[in-house]
């Protein structure tokens, strides 16, 4: 125990959660008598001065965040127990803690950037599901302005949380379903969708599924209204909602896949037709997933699409393959579109894609054009593009392969010497293939006379006359 502090600061920790009676509907506003701080405080404390000492020893790493957001996490999982007042002792005691050694952590180069979103979050769950007098309210908002300009943190959305709670009239006329209600007075906040999916996880865990819905539609999250209907079992009015309200692939993914699961796989798959042709991150997976679906209801045209969505995104070789399977007889017209598309993609990340399949579909010069702009002195693609264009196209293997080896060689990197031999090989294989034999015995000769004295080079050379 002596050697590991921070078990002893865990140990104490769980044994003031351990006690705290279960928390009430309503619970009265005694939030600092119910848990033991002291523990968490210590613990900060000693997260803080060991991180100095670290960063006092050179260490470039940070040193605090990932044990800070431990600790917070732990207030967390209060709040979401529904014990928000003991979740505001803990917030409480972390941040001011942190605020008591600031000035120290600024002289280090320290900052509050990593955790100040994480404890806002923290403290904006914590004051959502507390209850507390209103001069408890006055004091803790107070300590949050004060703290968040000690520690140039910006604490808005908790603020902001603190004024408004759950009684705050717009919210109120916007969860019973008043569409004319206005959350926002003026210009809607930056975070103000943190802030409703907060709310929307409070009233979840509450079954209070109407209020969810309401306040769902309201604050525009249509993938948590969509959902959330779903997963009621309200499958038509959430299929009719999508048809309005739909705007991004993520959207629609996310109600696929619970519609999937609830086995709705017709209606799952109706949402995919709509859902991968809009915008977003997920359009790769989403359109690979809604392939997958379509060909587990044997609806091929609906396969095919999805794969060559998927693929143009991100090609592969495999992809390739199985939309050839989908195509059947319009593979020809298919293909045709498929190779345009690595032709004028940017071969970020898909070169190999692109190698494999201009190799597999005989398209020598394609291929040539993908990776001669490689300067990678061991490229495996370039290889293999230089093997399937010896008899197509011997000059260019000879050009570029003389390209690859002759620095090597003219700058002594002794270190990549059988890379040269390697690249040195294609050049022979090229020559003999044209049938000049001759020009290769000169071309090594030359070659020999240049760098005879380098050793190591004329040893690997032995390799040429295999």
Known sequence: MENRPELIDDIDEFVSLIDLPKPQTKQPSTRQSKIDTSPFRSHVKRILRD??????????????????????????????????????????????????????????????????????????????????????????????????????????????????????????????????????????????????????????????????LNLALAEEMTLQYLTQLAALGRVEEAMSAAKILMERAEEGFALAKILREDGYLVEALEICLAGINLTGNCLYEFATWTSNLAQGLEDNATALTASIIAFKIRPSFRDYGKIQDYAGETWLTVKQDLLQTLREQPDWGIKEAQVDIFLHEGLIDDAIKTVERDSYYASEL????????????????????????????????????????????????????????????????QLEAAHGRKRKLMELFKELNK
């Open 51 to 212: 991180g100095l000492k670290e960063l006092e020893y050179g260490s470039e790493e940070d040193p605090f965040t990932d044990d800070l957001l431990a600790v917070i996490e732990k207030a967390r999982e209060l709040a979401e127990n529904g014990d928000g007042n003991n979740a505001i002792a803990i917030l409480e005691t972390i941040t001011e803690t942190y605020a008591q050694e600031w000035d120290e952590l600024l002289d280090y180069g320290g900052d509050s950037y990593s955790i100040a979103e994480p404890l806002d979050s923290a403290w904006t769950e914590a004051i959502l599901c507390a209850e507390m007098s209103t001069g408890e309210i006055v004091d803790l908002q107070l300590m949050l302005e004060s703290w968040q300009d000690e520690i140039s943190a910006d604490f808005s959305m908790s603020l902001e949380a603190l004024r408004q709670g759950w009684d705050y009239e717009p919210l109120q006329q916007i969860m019973q379903g008043d569409d004319t209600a206005e959350l926002w007075e003026n210009e809607r906040p930056s975070f103000a969708d943190d802030l409703a999916l907060i709310r929307l996880q409070i009233l979840e865990r509450q079954n209070r599924y109407t209020e969810y």
């Open 382 to 445: 370039v290889h293999r593009v230089m093997d399937a264009a010896v008899s197509h196209r011997p000059d260019w293997v000879i050009d570029d392969a003389r390209r690859r080896a002759e620095p090597i060689m003219e700058q002594g990197k002794a270190d990549r010497y059988d890379a040269a031999v390697n690249w040195l090989k294609k050049v022979k294989a090229a020559y003999l293939h044209l049938g000049q034999k001759a020009e290769w015995s000169a071309y090594r000769s």
